[in-house]
């Protein structure tokens, strides 16, 4: 499960041709929404063969060996629960996705780094309830000034985010190409519009 295929996937338009399959958790649900939780079609296959996943659905493409013949899964279900990490790891994919990837002082998207709301240099230090993410502009705009001195105001107060509440952040940012099959367990548990 190489983190840079699931990135270079959804970037690519001609990516489906590498037949990734969906993983869903054993209560058929997507083990992340973003990155999605996808295997190359090897992966998938080898998991299947050691009885580790069903397969709910299949792409139209066959694989062969010398003896076995098998359709390229486009959608696997662990067999085993794995139970999802309540503590969220503080990084900086996290942090912009918890700040919905927009400058917290203008509202950009553009030039994303982050920013300590209390410079470093005046005692701020690293940790969700202090950074922010920032546009380029605004980032050097406020330098090691305090927010009052800068002229900025935040959109929100920074603070850690829940693990359930970056999964639910991460559906708003689907992939741009999604397989027909995978669209039935991607969002079935999203609230209709009436």
Not at 49 to 59: G, H, K, M, P
Not at 104 to 120: A, I, M, N, W
Request: charged fraction near 25%; hydrophobic fraction near 40%; aromatic fraction near 12%.
């Amino acid at each position: 499960m190489d983190g840079d295929f699931r990135t270079e996937f959804t970037r690519q338009p001609g990516a489906l041709k590498q037949f990734p399959a969906l993983v869903l958790n054993a209560d058929y649900r997507p083990l992340s929404y973003y990155p999605l939780s996808l295997w190359p079609w090897q992966e998938a296959v080898k998991a299947a063969w050691l009885d580790r996943v069903d397969i709910v659905a299949e792409y139209d493409h066959v694989v062969r060996s010398p003896s076995t013949e098998i359709r390229v899964p486009s959608v696997v279900v662990l067999k085993d629960y794995v139970k999802p990490r309540k503590r969220v790891a503080f990084t900086r994919f996290n942090l912009f996705l918890r700040d919905e990837f927009r400058c917290q002082y203008c509202g950009s998207k553009g030039e994303l780094t982050f920013d300590h709301v209390v410079p470093r240099a005046a005692g701020g230090v690293t940790s969700w309830q202090n950074v922010v993410a920032a546009c380029s502009p605004c980032n050097l705009r406020k330098g090691s000034k305090s927010l009052r001195q800068s002229g900025l105001s935040l959109r929100k107060p920074p603070r850690m985010p829940g693990a359930e509440e970056l999964r639910n952040l991460g559906r708003k940012f689907p992939p741009n190409h999604l397989h027909d099959s995978w669209m039935d367990f991607l969002y079935w548990d999203a609230e209709l519009e009436a």
